[in-house]
């Protein structure tokens, strides 16, 4: 086969039928969460670059991103943002496919293999949380030798930073790209969802449509570029917080748990201890799976399969309102005791002589008293540095560079909004 017959092959694959109306928004979602993928891979890469992965230089090579990495702090920032805003797209993404009946045969396995790569989407999120080894990463990191107990595996602390870097930067990326491989290729086979008419019943689309896979992706192209300055003007504005240095007790969660991301919370820990961590997530993916095996209605209009409709979106708002009011609950400060409070007592301990023995501060910084753990309302511990700040102030060269990023933002912002109105102009043409 020729050159020229190669590409016409490539330009037939772009050019092959799609319907119109996967041509709008709710159907680009999926497209979307993608566009933040590829942006979470781009600023993950970079930061690896200059990324230590042990527990005497994690924390100080974070810093280094920041204060001496040329758009370090920026690409640490876009790289937290994306993380937050692709779990946004996922859960409109599976909204819409819920909406409209888009896990209903042929398209179960598709459905499936989509469901995967959120969990794994958030497993990399989890794992992403303990990489620079500040509290709440020296926290999570507990959380995964507890998980890791439950299988007979004991951890050391010292050992537990290598495979998670390993896992977050390489083994589940490459779980994800295969996954995804095999979603795009079912989408192929089987064609988007017919539209969700009164008497439209699931079936295979593929060939239909009088429109095209590469408007498809143009369109999707103005939309991405538009993402990308959002989440970019996020980044900006809002950078990615880091706290102090960790302090290291299996004994207590010393910030607020981030164990939202896997829908496990503190009183889940209290009631039923670590193996909440396993089926915690585990029961949400059964609730998520089960009822598209158990809607064997093939009608894929809203009204036709109002029970299975309602049954998902309620285990999805579920899930995210769960994050929301875990990760928002506030953590109010009821004073420094020496041990866990009883009957609900907060007995007043001396700073400078009542200390817990077993805790150790990562980094091998001296930071006063901060090996002095104080007890808050939530059950959780707090040292004085969480409590009075919490994140460091780290100087940057985003000051500096931001004349640069507004300038792309700007770019990026205008060309989507181009690409879009150049299609949009293209369809008023061909009407006339």
């Known amino acids: 086969m020729g050159v020229k017959e190669s590409i016409g092959g490539i330009a037939e694959n772009f050019n092959h039928p799609v319907q119109a109306y996967a041509n709008t928004l ?3 979602l999926g497209g ?6 590829i942006l979470l891979m781009l600023s993950g890469m970079y930061m690896a670059l200059f990324y230590v992965p042990t527990i005497q230089q994690a924390y100080s090579s974070t810093l280094n991103i920041i204060q001496n990495v040329p758009f370090g702090e920026y690409a640490r920032s876009i790289h937290l943002w994306a993380a937050n805003i692709i779990i946004v797209m996922i859960a409109l993404h599976l909204a819409r496919i819920i909406i409209t009946g888009s896990y209903k045969k042929p398209r179960r396995l598709l459905y499936f293999v989509g469901l995967l790569m959120f969990f794994t989407i958030l497993f990399l999120t989890y794992l992403g949380t303990t990489l620079p080894l500040d509290q709440v990463g020296v926290d999570a990191a507990i959380r995964s030798q507890q998980t890791a ?6 951890i050391p602390f010292s050992q537990m930073l290598g495979p998670s870097a390993v896992a977050h930067t390489s083994i589940l990326i490459v779980a994800l790209l295969l996954l995804l491989a095999i979603h795009m290729y079912l989408i192929e086979k089987v064609g988007i969802s017919p539209k969700a008419t009164k008497h439209a019943k699931a079936r295979a689309t593929a060939g239909e449509g009088k429109s095209n896979f590469l408007v498809h992706l143009t369109r999707l192209a103005g939309f991405g570029c538009i993402l990308t300055a959002f989440i970019g003007t996020l980044a900006l504005v809002s950078p990615a917080p880091l706290g102090h240095p960790g302090v290291y007790d299996p004994s207590v ?4 748990p981030v164990e ?5 919370n503190d009183k889940m820990l209290d009631v039923f201890g670590p193996t909440s961590l396993l089926w915690g997530p585990g029961l949400l993916f059964v609730l998520l799976l089960l009822f598209p095996i158990l809607d064997r ?10 029970p299975a409709m309602l049954l998902g979106l309620f285990v999805l708002a579920w899930a995210l309102i769960f994050i929301y009011i875990d990760a928002s609950a506030p953590t109010q400060y009821n004073g420094l005791c020496a041990t866990p409070p009883t009957n609900g007592a907060c007995v007043p301990a001396n700073a400078e002589n009542q200390t817990l023995e ?12 901060n090996n002095t753990l104080y007890y808050v309302s939530n059950g959780t511990a707090a040292t004085p540095m969480d409590v009075y700040g919490g994140y460091v102030n780290v100087p940057s060269k985003t000051q500096d560079e931001s004349p640069y990023i ?5 770019a990026l912002t205008v060309a989507g909004i181009a690409i879009l109105s150049i299609d949009r102009l293209k369809k008023l043409y061909r009407r006339r």
């Open 406 to 410: 507004i300038a792309a933002l700007a």
């Open 26 to 28: 709710p159907y680009m």
């Open 297 to 306: 209605n093939p009608h894929v209009y809203w009204r036709k399969r109002l």
């Open 253 to 256: 969660m010393i910030t607020k």
């Open 260 to 264: 939202a991301i896997l829908y496990v």
């Open 32 to 37: 979307l969460t993608l566009v933040c993928l």
């Open 358 to 369: 077993n805790v150790s501060i990562l980094e091998g910084e001296s930071l006063g008293l």
């Open 149 to 154: 107990a439950l299988f007979g595996a004991s």
